[in-house]
């Protein structure tokens, strides 16, 4: 081998480890595929801290937080957010109120932890100005006498 066929071969070498880099940021610097601190960038860039959260957790309240940060303060905007933070598992029902004003019930029981989580994202998400109500049902029965007459 001579020098120039060395020269070449040390240059497409390092092209080549510049094109892995590149093509390594541009699969893995995605939300769907972002892991650990890359993750964490992405919570700087659009306003979310990590706290405790776990790679798949933070990955779904930076939805929500990507989604309420381009949310215009609707009801429908605020209950998209709390579906893509919360999943479709937690069920809830949205309903309009009076003049600027809605109710969202939560119809299962949460955490109070999830609780307040829900309540921060739809205080950031609504509107100024549009009162919001959250309401938490327990999914424990409650008593109720049973047959009709005391049969």
């Known amino acids: 081998m001579n020098n120039t066929e060395k020269l070449a071969a040390a240059l497409v070498a390092q092209v080549q480890d510049l094109d892995d880099a590149a093509m390594d940021v541009f699969t893995n610097f995605t939300l769907d595929n972002a892991t650990g601190i890359n993750l964490d ?7 979310r801290e990590r706290s405790s959260a776990n790679d798949d957790a933070y990955r779904d309240a930076l ?5 309420l940060n381009r949310s215009s303060g609707t009801i429908e905007d605020i209950l998209e957010v709390l579906t893509l933070v919360f999943g479709a598992s937690v069920p809830m029902a949205l309903t309009e109120g009076t003049i600027a ?3 969202v019930d939560v119809l299962t029981s949460i955490t109070p932890d999830k609780a307040l989580r829900m309540a ?18 327990d999914a424990t029965p409650t008593f ?5 007459g005391g049969a």
Request: proline share 0%.
């Open 120 to 137: 921060i994202a739809v205080g950031r998400g609504k509107a100024a100005g549009i009162k919001a109500n959250l309401q938490f049902f």
């Open 41 to 47: 960038v992405f919570g700087v860039i659009v306003g």
């Open 144 to 148: 109720a006498f049973d047959g009709v």
């Open 63 to 67: 939805r929500g937080q990507i989604r």
């Open 101 to 103: 004003e809605f109710e």
